[in-house]
């Protein structure tokens, strides 16, 4: 059992930046991707970064030019720089470690985007 913890969250004004992680207990290269969620009151649980193995990172067209996954294996750690945060992106930011035969969550860190 992969055990995600995610930290980093917090208050935040508009157009500012955070950086959250997700600790892996296991390996993450061992996954086929490793993935960002968000999910903002009201709202269903969105995409907001792919980063696979190796190949094509995805993002959120909303996120596009302004957050950036990365991974560190070494480490099992995944990454997410958020810029330029906006009220609306107020949300709880889950870690997902995924694969066709197995999926991972980490409990969530909450980023709250206001003045």
């Known amino acids: 059992q992969v055990q995600l913890v995610e930290s980093g969250g917090g208050l935040v004004q508009p157009g500012g930046s955070l950086r959250l992680s997700c600790a892996a207990s296991?390996?993450?290269?061992?996954?086929?991707?490793m993935v960002w969620f968000r999910q903002a009151p009201g709202k269903e649980r969105e995409l907001v970064a792919r980063i696979p193995r190796a190949g094509i990172i995805h993002y959120a067209e909303s996120v596009k030019g302004r957050f950036t996954i990365s991974r560190d294996d070494a480490k099992n750690t995944v990454f997410l720089q958020m810029n330029k945060l906006k009220p609306e992106e107020t949300a709880v930011y889950y870690c997902n470690a995924f694969d066709f035969l197995r999926n991972f969550w980490g409990k969530g860190t909450l980023v709250t985007v206001s003045s």
């Open positions: 296991g390996s993450i290269f061992s996954f086929n991707a």
